[in-house]
């Protein structure tokens, strides 16, 4: 086979969805730290099934139609930051095989390297040994392969995959903490399986099943025994002169959506107030700008252009511009000034930030993380010009970008990584500040927290000196396990030393698994044993986690 069809891409698609599903459960137990929340195998399974939902009712005689619903599906399902990567691939690929009639060798290879650059750029800081390293890898020696006659699909795919379980299982050389956990990576091991699935679903073959002895390196870096540290319009003083308005229509086949996005980065050199939006059908664009001729001759080579409009704002359009922002300005009188939206896990955290004027709860957090869309739609239903977002989770954070990019209204991400850093966030919050302001403070607000958790372990490992057996009572803070027994009271008091230090308050935040007067006793513990400190004690209702532990 040289090439296939849209209809075998489709069946392909569905090979990948489903051994992400069958292989669920073994992916998220690559996580590196031996707690309830290894995830990444569901984030990219929910991922991929919204993908296939989407698609379901396409006509996969057309591919460039199939890869864009797939890619949109994708994105309304993506979970997590594996979920979000992963949609940022399937992206790359709805942009390379965009008014394809079907996939050759080399038609895939460049959709693997869109994929991959797409992928790259969505992330702030990408870092090797990650998922991303595993696709980059693919692409390359897909483009390599791409080169050679003769060569069938199936085996291009093959070799292919052969790449990405290679550079996989050197993944631990890259980031030692992977190392130290004993596993390759996770999001890297799911982008193999859903390749997998897809060249068992062209050959016919089964669904592969992972063989648990691959996830772990398949030797030991070396020094992999060392302890591991873990680790971002003013009218009279007006810019741009003339409001340039038109159409393109009758775009060039050749013209993909990728075009369209550099069209829209170049308008934003030459101008300001920019809006390019419509599809590879029509394009609506309004730029104000000293050169609209400019903007004419790069709108030209997507199309033909109708409907054009340049007025200059300073003579003649002040009225009508004065109208639009009337307009505007009143509809935002319709919206609220401000927001607040917290993603949280427990009937107790979702008190306390409503308690603390959030608006908008998201069931959320370690073991199951809100897809960017989830976060959009919490966003909309606050009906609010400026919107504060707490992902309260450093897996949730790159979703909650994302979403900011999709909504309508000023949205804040503040990078809050735990729910005690949200909640440091909330109660700063002020309706007096300004947006900025209320940023800053939110923002700076939990930089000196120091907070922990207590859980119980689902695998056993040895890990910064701590050899942990399944069932354990452990305590993490600063991402390294501080403390580990039996006894949930021991362990907490253990892991509390090792943030209570200088601080004036330690709160707890007890679990669904706690009762009140378990918790009550610990708080007594405490208040014994550090009588300068202030104990509190709230009922959070959080799963798998006894107790979270801040400490300001």
Same mark, same amino acid.
């Given at each position: 086979m040289n090439v296939i069809d849209g209809y075998t891409y489709k069946n392909m698609l569905a090979g990948g969805a489903k051994a992400l599903e069958i292989n669920r459960p073994v992916i998220d137990e690559l996580n590196v730290f031996p707690v309830p929340d290894g995830d990444t195998g569901t984030n990219m399974s929910l991922t991929m099934a919204a993908a296939m939902r989407e698609i379901a009712p396409v006509d996969a005689g057309d591919i460039g139609e199939l890869a864009l619903a797939f890619s949109k599906g994708a994105l309304k399902g993506a979970r997590g930051n594996s979920g979000v990567i992963l949609s940022q691939i399937v992206k790359g690929f709805a942009v390379a095989l965009d008014a394809k009639e079907s996939v050759d060798r080399k038609t895939f290879a460049a959709a693997l390297k869109?994929?991959?650059?797409? +992928?790259?750029?969505?992330?702030?800081?990408?870092?090797?040994?990650?998922?991303?390293?595993?696709? @980059?890898?693919?692409?390359?020696?897909? +483009?390599?392969? /791409?080169?050679? @006659?003769?060569?069938?699909?199936?085996?291009?795919? +093959?070799?292919?995959?052969?790449?990405?379980?290679?550079? #996989?299982?050197?993944?631990?050389?890259? #980031?030692?903490?992977? +190392?130290?956990?004993?596993?390759?990576?996770?999001?890297? @091991?799911? #982008?193999?399986?859903?390749?997998?699935?897809?060249?068992?679903?062209?050959?016919?073959?089964?669904?592969?099943?992972?063989?648990?002895?691959?996830? /772990?390196?398949?030797?030991?870096? /070396?020094?992999?025994?060392?302890?591991?540290?873990?680790?971002?319009?003013?009218?009279?003083n007006i810019t741009f002169q003339y409001c340039t308005e038109f159409f393109i229509t009758h775009l060039k086949t050749a013209v993909t959506e990728s075009d369209i996005d550099k069209y829209r980065d170049y308008l934003m050199t030459i101008g300001d107030c920019v809006l390019v939006i419509g599809d590879l059908d029509l394009v609506k664009t309004h730029v104000h700008t000293n050169d609209p001729d400019r903007a004419l001759k790069a709108a030209l080579k997507l199309g033909e252009l109708d409907s054009i409009k340049i007025e200059n704002m300073m003579e003649q359009h002040r009225k009508i511009v004065g109208e639009r922002e009337g307009a505007a300005e009143k509809q935002k009188k319709e919206l609220k000034p401000y927001a607040m939206v917290a993603v949280c896990a427990g009937d107790g955290m979702r008190a306390i930030f409503k308690d603390l004027a959030v608006d908008v709860t998201i069931e959320g957090g370690q073991t199951m993380n809100p897809s960017v869309y989830d976060i959009l739609g919490a966003i909309n239903s606050t009906k609010a010009k400026d919107v504060f977002v707490l992902p309260n989770n450093s897996n949730i954070i790159l979703a909650a970008q994302q979403a900011k990019e999709l909504a309508d209204v000023n949205v804040h991400v503040i990078p809050t990584t735990c729910m005690p850093e949200g909640i440091a966030a909330a109660i700063v919050f002020s309706p007096e500040m300004s947006p900025e302001e209320n940023y800053s403070a939110m923002s700076a607000s939990f930089t000196e927290l120091k907070t922990a958790e207590v859980t119980h372990a689902v695998r056993s490992t040895r890990m910064n000196g701590f050899s942990v057996k399944e069932g354990d009572v452990i305590g993490i803070a600063d991402k390294k396990i501080v403390a580990k027994s039996a006894s949930v009271s021991e362990t907490t008091l253990e892991t509390a030393a090792k943030i209570a230090g200088d601080a004036e308050m330690l709160t707890l935040y007890y679990g669904a698994d706690v009762e009140a007067s378990d918790a009550e006793r610990m708080a007594a513990k405490l208040e014994e044993r550090y009588p300068d400190l202030e104990i509190a004690a709230y009922y959070g209702g959080q799963p798998h986690y006894y107790y979270i532990i801040s400490a300001e």
């Open positions: 869109c994929g991959t650059e797409i +992928a790259y750029g969505a992330v702030t800081k990408p870092k090797e040994g990650t998922i991303l390293t595993v696709v @980059r890898v693919m692409a390359e020696t897909a +483009a390599s392969l /791409a080169k050679k @006659r003769g060569m069938e699909f199936e085996d291009f795919l +093959a070799e292919v995959i052969k790449a990405g379980e290679a550079i #996989l299982q050197k993944t631990p050389e890259m #980031l030692p903490v992977l +190392a130290k956990a004993g596993v390759v990576d996770a999001g890297g @091991r799911g #982008l193999v399986t859903v390749m997998q699935g897809m060249y068992a679903a062209l050959t016919g073959g089964e669904i592969p099943v992972i063989d648990p002895a691959k996830t /772990a390196p398949a030797e030991q870096p /070396a020094g992999g025994s060392k302890e591991f540290v873990s680790l971002d319009n003013d009218y009279e």
